[in-house]
Nanobody
Framework: EVQLVESGGGLVQLGGSLRLSCAAS????????VAWFRQAPGKEREGVSCISGSDGSTYYGDSVKERFTISRDNAKNTVYLQMNSLKPEDTAVYYC??????????????????WGQGTQVTVSS
């Protein structure tokens, strides 16, 4: 079964840190670009970051640059999102997604075919 399972969400205070994990199974993980998206209530889903399967190149949305770091461990079929200096505006459900298409690095949700169920991140002020 093709599956992505997120974990690591929770409640954190302003300025705190969290590390999200996305565990993959059922497909050739190494060849896939994996991304993190987030969606806050009443807002559109936003691309946060992605990491290429071909060469490990990383991409970030403007709102998280220099605060978030994406990485992958192909031996564990897992992608991580280290989130530092968290702000209340980072509060959202965070989803991981995977695709092997060439446009996946554009961080558009419409380029991704495999999705996880999401994990809630709440940042209190």
């Amino acid at each position: 079964e093709v599956q992505l399972v997120e974990s690591g969400g929770g409640l954190v205070q302003l300025g705190g840190s969290l590390r999200l994990s996305c565990a993959a199974s059922g497909f050739g993980f190494d060849d896939y670009t994996v991304a993190w998206f987030r969606q806050a209530p009443g807002k559109e889903r936003e691309g946060v970051s992605c990491i290429s399967g071909s060469d490990g190149s990383t991409y970030y949305g403007d709102s998280v640059k220099e605060r978030f770091t994406i990485s992958r461990d192909n031996a564990k079929n897992t992608v991580y999102l280290q989130m530092n200096s968290l702000k209340p505006e980072d509060t959202a459900v965070y989803y991981c997604a995977a695709d092997r298409g060439p446009n996946a690095v554009l961080l558009s949700q419409y380029e991704y075919i495999i999705w996880g169920q999401g994990t809630q991140v709440t940042v209190s002020s």
